[in-house]
């Protein structure tokens, strides 16, 4: 039911986000290109895939059209010659809630900064007032970031070290909390390296949608209203300061993940491309309306292809691996309360199981120590492993790699380390993928069944 309620909400943050989308894309251009665009979102793979993750990309969807909605209402009072303060004012207060929503966004908040700067007059005061109303609503997420961690961007900085020390998992479980070995060579092949990733994957990024990235050639079109026209670079400058935040921390190329921020501009670049192959398509005078119709159908049928794919294709069940709700949740019913397990997905235990669990750390004797001295303030009863780490490459991650101190437990050998408390081990459904290594039998009686 939770895990329901979350996609409920999620859609409806869509829902939302579709909304003010069409309104502002009316303002930009017309009420059919505005549907015939919210109509290409629909059919999307990458809105439904992601409003079914549980993560905030829905949510920032909503506040990034609200932010956007804004700069268009103030670009059309600068062009008509009236005061476009009080709509800035507005675009920083969708922007401060959207840096809460996902600090990466602040990076589409500069590229909003850089553009306000460059088209309103006069510039110290209109771009002052959305930075300042942005600063006050974010300051006291920083102040309570250093109040809790002692640095005010908390833990997210050591997501810097992902592809350059390791992958993310083996960084954010490391007891060490010095950021070492961060070269800036190494910084800057990674963010290289994931701008290409981006660039090559523009089309899946931007949604399959055909004319999405037409609008980096629309770039070059001069609409006919002004408003239009200014927004369009308005669009870009955020995309490339996005692309440049999400090269710099890295983001899961071709798949849904919570530092995806390309979704964001996926109705604005499909109402650009849309409405310049529109231009472009009147400019063949064929003046027959059928072959119009025709035209815009070929457009929908070709964009709804990977959607079609994803529903012919999608159970709609749990996503194994590795998630297995209710078997997950047993290990609720097997620990009390106040104890803690340590998993290679302690989300997932923290999530389903309703217990603390703490992220495995890099090495055995790690987790001994913590559990000796009482690090977490709560004794930690066992170890939860699943196809996280079981199903990593034998060699290079397993036997060699990031999990070599973890070999004997991930390959469910016999062999404990020394001093390992958990003696006590029960394999999981299914098929035995998953196991828990506990500090006792604590399941005798109501183990589940494969």
Avoid at 59 to 78: D, G, I
């Amino acid at each position: 039911l939770p895990d329901r309620l979350i996609a409920i909400g999620a859609l409806f943050w869509l829902a939302v986000g579709f909304g003010i989308s069409f309104f502002t894309l009316r303002r930009l251009f017309d009420v059919k290109v505005a549907s015939l665009t919210i109509g290409l979102c629909f059919v999307s793979t990458t809105f439904w895939e992601e409003s079914l993750t549980g993560l905030p990309q829905m949510f920032m969807f909503a506040l990034f059209s609200a932010a956007v909605y804004c700069l268009v209402r103030a670009v059309e009072n600068h062009t008509e010659s009236r005061t476009a303060t009080g709509w800035l004012a507005l675009a920083g207060v969708a922007f401060g809630l959207l840096a809460l929503a996902h600090a990466l966004t602040i990076w589409l908040f500069v590229g909003a900064v850089v553009f306000s700067a460059m088209v309103f007059r006069p510039k110290l005061r209109d771009t002052a007032v959305m930075v300042v109303i942005f600063l006050v609503l974010y300051t006291p997420w920083l102040v309570r970031n250093y109040t809790v961690s002692g640095s005010t961007v908390g833990s997210s900085i050591y997501t810097l070290m992902y592809q350059v020390n390791g992958e993310v998992d083996a960084v954010m479980r490391t007891s060490d909390q010095r950021i070492t070995n961060l070269s800036i060579g190494g910084l800057r092949r990674k963010a290289q390296n994931q701008a290409i990733g981006q660039f090559d994957n523009i089309y899946g990024n931007l949604g399959h949608i055909v004319v999405a990235p037409v609008f980096f050639v629309a770039l070059l079109h001069l609409f006919k209203r002004r408003d239009t026209s200014l927004m369009r670079w308005a669009v870009f400058l955020m995309w490339l300061a996005g692309v440049a935040g999400m090269s710099l921390f890295g983001v899961d190329v071709g798949d849904p993940g919570v530092n995806d921020l390309h979704l964001l501009f996926i109705p604005l670049a499909t109402a650009y491309g849309l409405a310049f192959v529109l231009v472009l398509w009147n400019r063949l005078n064929l003046h027959i309306p059928l072959a119009r119709t025709v035209f815009i159908i070929a457009i929908y049928a070709v964009s709804a292809v990977p959607f079609a794919i994803y529903l012919l294709g999608s159970s709609f069940a749990v996503q194994w691996p590795p998630y297995v709700a209710p078997f997950i949740g047993k290990l609720g019913d097997w620990t009390e309360p106040d104890e803690v397990i340590a998993s290679d997905m302690p989300w997932a235990v923290a999530w389903y199981a309703d217990r603390k669990s703490v992220w495995m750390p890099q090495t055995p004797d790690e987790l001994v120590q913590m559990k000796d001295w009482n690090t977490l303030k709560a004794p930690i009863v066992g170890l939860y492993l699943t196809p996280i780490t079981g199903d990593q490459r034998f060699i290079s991650d397993i036997a060699k790699g990031d999990l070599k101190e973890w070999a004997p437990l991930v390959m469910r050998t016999t062999a404990f380390p020394p001093g390992w408390p958990f003696q006590a081990a029960i394999p999981m459904p299914i098929n035995n993928e998953t196991i828990f290594y506990a500090d006792r039998d604590r399941w005798t009686g109501t183990a589940p069944e494969n």
